[in-house]
């Protein structure tokens, strides 16, 4: 019984550590928000070097 109990207080305290609340209220994952500030870097850097960026087109499913 308590080694369940420990899984559950595991499993909880891994998903809300997993999922960070940024300041504008929306939840977003901290591993995305990682890829996404490494895509921004790269994105600069990709610009200061006259380099041409692939950009992901948005179809017409808007």
């Not at 929306?26 to 990709?46: C, F, G, M, N, Y």
Request: proline content about 3%; overall charge positive; charged content about 25%.
């Amino acid at each position: 019984m308590k080694r369940i109990a420990n899984e559950v207080r595991k499993a909880r305290s891994r998903s809300t550590s997993g999922l960070n609340a940024t300041v504008e209220g929306t939840v977003q994952h901290p591993l995305l928000s990682e890829i996404l500030a490494a895509d921004k870097r790269r994105w600069k850097a990709a610009l200061q070097m006259n380099l041409p960026v692939l950009r992901l087109v948005r179809g017409s499913s808007d």
